[in-house]
T-cell receptor, first 114, second 114 residues
Framework: DQQVKQNSPSLSVQEGRISILNCDYTNSMFDYFLWYKKYPAEGPTFLIS?????DKNEDGRFTVFLNKSAKHLSLHIVPSQPGDSAVYFCAASARGFGNEKLTFGTGTRLTIIP | ETGVTQSPTHLIKTRGQQVTLRCSSQSGHNTVSWYQQALGQGPQFIFQYYREEENGRGNFPPRFSGLQFPNYSSELNVNALELDDSALYLC?????????????FGEGSRLTVL
């Protein structure tokens, strides 16, 4: 039962354009969402997060949008840079329910074309 | 550089054997979590340790066990290895068990079971 889904295994975007990565979830208890970035031969690194009490969080070139009614979140990267090429994982937790574990999606491989 | 180191980086075992994977957490981080990432999948939560006690467990059988030591190091032990245990095992540390958000991941230990 995949509670966090990233339906696009891969995405290619021209350098300078906007990259939009999508994530859907099914568990209504999830109240905290995160995006992680992973380069080959490295562990995932934290990128940005959002609490369910917000619908948007911004950090530099990265913005995460949360639509609770649709159980959908997205990560926008603008402008996209070659160094953004990596696998991006969406993750969720039920922090308010005392559940500390992160549930990850299967990832989206983003390739930025110079 | 997350300050989380794992060893070994790669290892090969045969079915039925036992394996111990090691992790050295970032100094000051009381919580360590272990995740299994199978090929093409996102990381899956195995368990979490907080101040040397298990503090949450995912859907993994008892042959997956762990230890956390006072010096910020920890171990993941897997007994009676099965072919499906082949995966990347990720260790992640965080400041305390009550916080769910930025986990600092190591580079992982890639286990191959033949």
């Amino acid at each position: 039962d995949q509670q966090v889904k990233q339906n696009s295994p891969s995405l290619s975007v021209q350098e300078g354009r906007i990259s939009i990565l999508n994530c859907d979830y099914t568990n209504s208890m999830f109240d905290y969402f995160l995006w992680y970035k992973k380069y080959p031969a490295e562990g995932p690194t934290f990128l940005i997060s959002i609490s369910s009490i917000k619908d948007k969080n911004e950090d530099g070139r990265f913005t995460v949008f949360l639509n609770k009614s649709a159980k959908h979140l997205s990560l926008h990267i603008v402008p996209s840079q070659p160094g953004d090429s990596a696998v991006y994982f969406c993750a969720a937790s039920a922090r308010g329910f005392g559940n500390e574990k992160l549930t990850f999606g299967t990832g989206t491989r983003l390739t930025i074309i110079p | 550089e997350t300050g989380v180191t794992q060893s070994p980086t790669h290892l090969i075992k045969t079915r039925g054997q036992q394996v111990t994977l090691r992790c050295s957490s970032q100094s000051g981080h009381n919580t360590v979590s272990w995740y299994q990432q199978a090929l093409g999948q996102g990381p899956q939560f195995i368990f979490q340790y907080y101040r040397e006690e298990e503090n949450g467990r995912g859907n993994f059988p008892p042959r997956f066990s762990g230890l956390q030591f006072p010096n910020y190091s920890s171990e993941l032990n897997v007994n009676a290895l099965e072919l499906d245990d082949s995966a990347l095992y990720l260790c992640a540390s965080s400041v305390d068990a009550g916080w769910t958000g930025e986990l600092f991941f190591g580079e992982g230990s890639r286990l191959t079971v033949l």
